[in-house]
């Protein structure tokens, strides 16, 4: 069984974009910029964007975060996005999620320009990226859709599983997989006989949020088998996947932690990168 180590996958592609960020420097005289806006004070969402400053730096990008309280007027953050929208040297901004219920989470999505999207979730980015069309990917799928590569260049007649139909995840993950020519089933909570449509699957993305949803006896031997999960048991994190069990029968497995999460922040440098470089057209 591979185990595909994203901890490594992701240094990798830092190591990459810390050489084409050295290169755009010496063409454009200029770093690509992250800009992050985090609200509350979250736990999680504290340690995500310490990492994401923590990567950027390490890569050579400028990089920046705007705090603010629980408290914050929703006004006040959607000017702040209109002024990163204007600023040259920003070419990335990402609002951490989720955020607090009297800031309307959509409103936010579609006033970051979609030029400037590093999280790939404005409209007009998902519509570019469903048509096939040249977009900000999100970066949690992007890195899932790069490990599948790396495993499987070809992934052309394979059957993909989708468990999950976020817009964070499954839906985007499905777009990327139909674009590499795979068939794509993209199940749910109402889905019938999950276990049956996960057998068929020659690549299985699990991103539902439930602890080892995903059984030894769900997969087909040989499968590859992606988990998105990070769930907070008793056991400790665990992912959507019950590793020891599938383990045994997948070619190649995601661990949780050490998988899909380190290459997300990877990810999200790349996007920086690519909006950056659109923009110098
Ligand atoms: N919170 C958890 N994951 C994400 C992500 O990918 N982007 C943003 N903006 N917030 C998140």
Redesign the pocket.
């Known amino acids: 069984m591979i185990l595909i180590d994203g901890k490594k996958a992701a240094a990798e592609l830092r190591e990459e974009l810390k050489k084409e960020v050295i290169q755009l420097k010496e063409k454009y005289n200029r770093v690509p910029g992250l800009t992050v806006i985090l609200i509350g004070d979250m736990a999680p969402s504290q340690i ?1 964007v310490r990492n994401k400053e923590k990567s950027a730096n390490e890569v050579g990008l400028k990089s920046e975060v705007i705090k603010y309280p629980d408290s914050v007027e929703e006004k006040t953050v959607l000017k702040k996005i209109k002024e990163l929208n204007n600023d040259e040297n920003v070419s990335g901004i ?4 989720p955020l607090p219920k009297h800031i309307d989470k959509q409103k936010v999505i579609e006033t970051i320009i979609p030029s400037k999207d590093v ?1 790939g979730f404005h409209p007009m980015n998902v519509g570019n990226l469903s048509s096939g069309y040249e977009s900000s990917v ?3 799928p992007l890195g899932c859709y790069l490990m599948i590569k790396k495993v499987e260049p070809n992934l052309s007649g394979k059957k993909a599983v989708v468990v999950g139909r976020s817009n ?1 995840n499954g839906k985007p993950m499905t777009q990327l997989l139909l674009k590499e020519n795979c068939t794509v089933t993209v199940t749910h909570s109402r889905t019938k006989d999950l276990k049956a449509e996960c057998l068929e699957a020659d690549i299985i993305v699990a991103a539902v949020g439930i602890p080892e949803l995903v059984k030894g006896d769900w997969v087909k031997k040989d499968a590859i088998v992606i988990d998105v999960g990070i769930n907070k048991t008793e056991k400790g994190l665990v992912g959507d996947v019950a590793f020891d069990e599938v383990s045994k029968v997948a070619k190649a497995l995601t661990p949780v932690p050490g998988g899909v999460g380190p290459m ?1 922040i990877a990810c999200l440098l790349k996007n920086t990168i690519e909006c950056f470089k659109r923009s110098q057209i």
Request: proline share 9%; hydrophobic share 35%.
């Open positions: 995500y990402l609002v951490q999620l999280d999100p970066c949690t964070l997300t």
